[in-house]
């Protein structure tokens, strides 16, 4: 018995500091901001109990309801950019027998790159009057486009962007899952005769929901909280057109150091963000197999 | 048999052809990138862009000798480095207990963690921090860009400590080890892939983290990735500095992608593709 005590007394201590770093780093930080968004902070930077006042500033607030619905348009446009073309490109990846690393470090190569470098690199590529990106446009016909410094081009484009950078993520994602479908199933429709597109959406697109799901919720959690590539290319501009809820958040924070009212935000923006993911878990335990 | 062999080859030729496209379409901006961190200014910004110039190194010369670039690098690998070195250190030991008494709120508290948006604790770190005089500091950037690495850690350990068979711990404890001893003496040897694994991951998620950065460091400390903005107020005159700036701060990562390429998927998407 004293035996098993101590195995449990050393499993404990095994995790006890990674335990301490998370309650000083994350709970604590955790639970002050909540109590802080209960808070109104006085010019003299005293905190003042202000009970629900932030969140019903909040509700009253136009520029919030601006950043959510920006939110979830750049967030439905890239999801959707991403699945598409990140399946599309798991399906061309798997027919190809053969795989070079060097194919593979290719693909692995956007998501790896900071945020940051890819706002500069588009910046450049996307210059409305220099950019490759317009004569690439003028090479086949097409007008030019403002891109980024366009109030109703910049959410699609900041969507673009992010597609480049992250449905080969996708992709890798969807090809291990069409890596791990049981072959019978195929051998089962050839011999039934079906066709190749007969096979794609009726056997292996619905096999495939489950893995599509995981990697809907991996880039839920990121495109909800989308910051870095908007902060660094438009800062929320043109005229607040991508003025997500992250950055009109941190803007309230570290700009105006209205703490207790970011506080208030960030609570909200963590509340919706972990409402998606639970709502996608179910829906993906809906669609298992 | 529905399809001759012809009509595989030729789809086989299509498919051939759409993934090459596709190589390019994602290869096309870095390599725009590189490309123009080696042009001369003129160069730089002709229109109709050019493919054929002739390269100079120009570019990086004045960026390191106009900027504190090599000084803002020390700092990132600082960061990145300290901040590996604290999650390694935290992370592996707690995916150790945690595959083997199945208690999983640590993993759960991880998961957590990497979901909130990182505004929701910079708000009482700032505070903490500005408490201690602690902003602009190294120890507040590495620990909360610890705060990164370590989840990273712990997740991607776990499978590899999952995959010890359960004989090699009863062995060690009919030996009269206790988990410690095992930990160290017999578990740890094994998961030296892991380890690798784990270590590049974080560091490549620590080189590239903005946010905390950008509100904690101050001119002294900042890293490469929270300095860029500065390169990118330069840049507005200067795209072949800019791009250059660009090309060497996406290297470390670019660098140990190609290394571990192949566990790096399963490692990225954190355990939640299994089954």
Partial sequence: ?289 | MLDSPKSDRLFNLLNTLQLILAGVVVAAPTVWMVLSSFKQSYEVTAYPPTLIFSPTVSNYITLSQTTPFLHYGLNSIIVTVASTAIGIILGTPAAFAVSWTRVTWPAVVALVARMAPGTLFLLPWYIMFRHFDMIGSYWSLILTHAVITMPIVLWVMLPFFDNIPHSVFEAGQLDGCGPVKIFRRIALPLVSTGLAVSSILAFVFSWNYFLFALVLSNSDTKTLVAASFNFIGEGSTNWGGLMAAATLIALPPLILAVVVQRWLVSGLTLGAVKG
Avoid at chain 1, 105 to 121: D, E, N, Q, R, Y
Avoid at chain 1, 160 to 165: A, P, Y
Avoid at chain 1, 251 to 265: D, H, M, N, T
């Fill in chain 1, 1 to 289: 018995m004293e035996k098993k005590d101590n195995t449990r007394l050393e499993l404990a201590s095994l995790s006890l500091p990674a335990l301490i770093f998370t309650i000083g780093m994350i709970g604590f930080p955790f639970l002050y901001t909540i109590w802080l968004s209960f808070h109104a902070v006085t010019p003299a930077q005293q905190l003042k109990f202000n009970g629900l006042g932030n969140y019903s500033h909040l509700a009253a607030d136009g520029e919030f309801w601006h950043g959510l619905f920006v939110t979830f348009e750049l967030y439905f446009l890239s999801l959707a950019l991403q699945l598409i073309f990140g399946v599309y490109l798991a399906l061309l990846l798997f027919r190809s027998k053969r795989l070079p690393g060097i194919v593979r470090s290719l693909f692995i190569s956007p998501f790896l790159i900071p945020g940051v470098v890819t706002g500069m690199m588009w910046l450049v590529i996307l210059d409305p009057s220099l950019g490759a990106a317009n004569y690439v446009l003028s090479l086949f016909g097409l007008p030019p486009s403002e891109w980024l410094a366009s109030p109703s081009w910049v959410v699609p484009t900041v969507a673009i962007i992010d597609t480049w950078q992250w449905a080969p993520y996708v992709a890798l994602i969807v090809l291990g899952g069409l890596q791990s479908l049981p072959p019978s199933v195929y051998e089962a429709a050839e011999i039934d005769g079906a066709s190749r597109s007969k096979t794609l959406f009726r056997i292996t697109l619905p096999l495939l929901l489950p893995t599509i799901m995981t990697a809907t919720i991996l880039r839920s959690v990121d495109l909800l909280r989308f910051f870095d590539l908007i902060y660094i290319t438009t800062q929320g501009g043109p005229a607040n057109a991508s003025d997500t809820l992250n950055i009109y958040g941190f803007r309230v924070g570290f700009e105006f150091f209205q703490f207790g009212y970011a506080s208030a935000l960030m609570v909200t923006l963590s509340v919706i963000v972990l409402g998606a993911v639970l709502t996608l878990n179910r829906l993906r335990a809906a669609v298992a197999w």
